[in-house]
Nanobody, 115 residues
């Protein structure tokens, strides 16, 4: 019913920037929360950023000040602007959409920051 298509991942140098996008399709309205999670090779999956249906955002300290999540409800798309990238940001990034009790995940996109 809901599909999430991610784009924007790739290889960047330390200090560089990337902009991830995640477009949702299906029976989706404006009242939903979206977010990004990541999983590095040697770490557990962690929340990177989230944004509520009302626009409230949340970031862990590891990315606060460097990453910005935003959404375009007309396009049913969430973005993750990633600046000042560090090697420890290397991970597979997953887009997430939550609609009431249902959670949908994107396929994941690789972000690699060369060291």
């Amino acid at each position: 019913q809901v599909q999430l298509v991610e784009s924007g991942g790739g290889l960047v140098q330390p200090g560089g920037s990337l902009r991830l996008s995640c477009a949702a399709s299906g029976s989706i309205f404006s009242n939903y929360a979206m977010g990004w999670h990541r999983q590095a090779p040697g770490k557990q999956r962690e929340l990177v950023a989230s944004i509520s249906s009302g626009g409230s955002t949340n970031y862990p300290d590891s990315v606060k000040g460097r990453f910005t999540i935003s959404r375009d409800n007309a396009k049913k798309t969430v973005y993750l602007q990633m600046n000042s990238l560090k090697p420890e940001d290397t991970a597979v990034y997953y887009c997430m959409l939550r609609l009431s009790s249902l959670v949908y995940w994107g396929q994941g996109t690789q972000v690699t920051v060369s060291s």
